[in-house]
């Protein structure tokens, strides 16, 4: 008998996610009957495999999560990971973050300075012991398009930026990130727009998150397309995001324009060649062996493309083909009936497969709606992204 068997059955109730004839995605999952606050080890496994399985999963009911359990409940996930957000600490997330630290600034909750806060507008006298701050927010700096002023106070909004939360250099992607939901905005729906030309659009409640499954996307391909997705890898710059900290994005927040805007190497400044990461393009899913095509196309350097095991690789460096290539493929999936606008409500915790999904958040006005606090909490894994072959790392 498994170890797993002689578990006993999990306390909480997993149902799926509702959804409309028009919605096509095969992921999400509600979880009733927790308190993160209170969790056996028993039911830590339980979550975890339910993560797995459902790629994106909200536990209700979590209005009283101490943030220090809150980030207990993390390491818990992976007690063999190094015990820091998979970013790093604040000061050095500050210094090598590029892109995403540049124009914001990074806080921590006072006492669990892991669990970030992430938000938009005034938090309040005290919140968590942070006093009076007044967060920035999104923006939709990101995008070489620009979004009217006039359009977004009337609610016509985009997605942010498609990503996995992972710093691609030194340590490994989280498993996991949990977000939980302390205030939300409030108000109609708003529209979130492609803008690139599709003439796509989906309407969302405000402050919610985005998820589209990359396991679906792999279903998408050709035979063909799957076996050299199956037996070839990436390489990532090195510090990715101090890299490309001056590229825009698409208007429909799926990788970057070509600007020519990177960084070459040597003007990052000083990084360690050991730490640069080449993952699989494929990684294959821990409990449900479910293949994922997963890359993360904004900080990608090099592609090394085969479709058998002991062929020589064809080396793509010319990041306008790399884009062009992973386009090609990932916007298959960037449609409105595959993508699952998290029904997360104040008090929720929302928990991602990070080996599984990409994920965006979506701006709204401040004015029309107000504030909005969440807290994010992840940890680079003790163990990284396995895909189907083995690929030289060395």
Sequence with gaps: MSPAALLPEPTFQVDLIEKSPKEQYNFGAIITGLDLNNISDADIKHLKDAIWTHKVVVVKGQKDLDPKKHWELVTRFDPAAPQVHSHGNIKDFQKKGGMLSKSREVVGIPGAENVRLIGKGYQGEDSYGIKNLTVRGLSHDFHAKNLPQEDFEAGNTRFQRWHIDAPLYDREPAWFTTLRCVKQPKGPDVTINWDDGSGYSLKSRPGRTAFMSNSQLYSMLSEEEQRMADHSWVEYWPHPYMTIENCKGNANGLGLENQGKEHKPEEIGDYDESKIKKYPLVWVNPVTGEKAFMVHGICARKLYLRSTPDAEPTVVDDVVAIRKYLADIQ???????????????????????????FHSAVDYPLEKYGPRTMHQANIGASVGPVGPQPIPVA
């Design 331 to 357: 916007l298959r999936i960037l449609k409105p009936q595959y993508i699952c606008m998290a029904p997360v409500g104040e008090g929720d915790v929302a928990m991602w497969d990070n080996y599984g999904v």
